[in-house]
């Protein structure tokens, strides 16, 4: 069992007792919420910790995995591994094999109570094989879930009945990342973005309902983790890809590349988003790769104003930073039982700003 997933349940927990004060609840049915942009809209929460501490309504004893809750509708969508033979070892260059049961789990948000569970047979060869890393996407009434090996499946939310599922890695002949399938499906309207891998299709769009494919696009050294966002360039939303080589925009219906721009972070490590404010775009990732581009009444990139050096620009290794009214507030991890703070940055210089 997963003492770091365990914690992060009880955290949910807690976090829901604050909610069931607040005067309207808000669901956060995904990666970074309902518009996958960070900010959380519900009112009412408390300001101040008690004393005391706040009293944890439930808790529940999970296995393995680095994926965060979903919340929607009244439950929390969470994903793990019940590994059976194998040891996951600390070794981030060579995949470990392990044997065991990837699973989809479905609580009530009130009581924790277990609403029902999927589980199916899954070898990993995986680095840091401890469980799924893409948190579940709600939409409506269907959930969506991808393993770390690249399983992608559809559940109905009410009672996890399966609706149809694909084996990524299989379909696209690719073998799956290193540090496994990362980046979390993406819903907008009747299409579910993701990355795959293969030759001409880093990302695929598919039905929504049946899983068919309906266009795949780019091709890359690697698919990399990085989630894929939408954003609104020029007149038209267009759906942001980071591969390990490049960032991307393409068309959300067809998958027409609009804008390509190279941009190569360590490792293969593009992992964080890359965010976006009025007119500015920012990426960064592993290795003093960051870039700050100005982008034309096209949305299309016009000038780099600044890439990442020494001790100048930040450098998100795995976490999605935040553009704010021109500044970048990136979360820096620091060690375990401290509080993360948030260092405010110029967009325009990417150095401390006041």
Known sequence: MSTRIVRFAICLAVHLMAASLAARADDWPQWMGPQR???????????????????????????????GPAVADGRVFLTDYVATSGTSTNNPGGRDAMTGQERILAFDAKTGDLLWKKEYERPYHLSYANGPRATPTVDGAYVYALGAEGDLACYQVKDGELIWRKQLAEEYKSESPIWGHAAHPLVHGKYLYCLAGGPGSVVVALNKLTGEEVWRALSASEIGYCPPTIQKLGEKDRLIVWDADALHALEL??????WDYPLKPRYGMSIAAPQRSGDLLYACGIGETAAMIQLDDRGKPSETLWTGKPKLGIYGANSTPLLWDRRCLVPIVEPVNSSPSLRKMDANCGRPSN
């Open 37 to 67: 942009n960070g900010e959380y809209q519900e009112t009412g929460l408390l300001q101040d910790v008690p004393a005391e501490g706040l009293k944890t309504l439930w808790r529940v004893p999970v296995s393995g995995g680095y994926s």
């Open 253 to 258: 219906d067809t998958g027409k590349v609009y």
